[in-house]
């Protein structure tokens, strides 16, 4: 099994993909959207992924984007994230 990554440096990573995706984590929280368990589990999520070298590349090559790569653990939740925030907003 893969040990799991430092809990800040992937709180940090999912910060940063949620802002090039658009799917504001914080704005997401505070309307409810997630819960703080939501939250620690997408952490969790992201400190056991095996691919954080091409997410940092990712990452590093993208302001912008309209959904996360392929390999992150997280992407249909910031995409949904994303798009409840779209609706809310509409």
Do not use: Q
């Amino acid at each position: 099994m893969h040990p799991l990554g430092d809990a800040l440096y992937h709180l940090r990573l999912l910060g940063l993909m949620g802002k090039t995706t658009e799917a504001d984590l914080v704005e997401a929280f505070e309307a409810g959207r997630i819960s703080s368990e939501d939250w620690a589990d997408m952490v969790n999520r992201c400190r056991a992924c095996e691919g954080i070298e091409t997410c940092e590349r990712w990452l590093a090559a993208h302001d912008k984007a309209e959904e996360a790569p392929g390999c992150c653990k997280n992407a249909k939740v910031l995409l949904r994230l994303r798009a409840e925030k779209e609706k809310a907003e509409a």
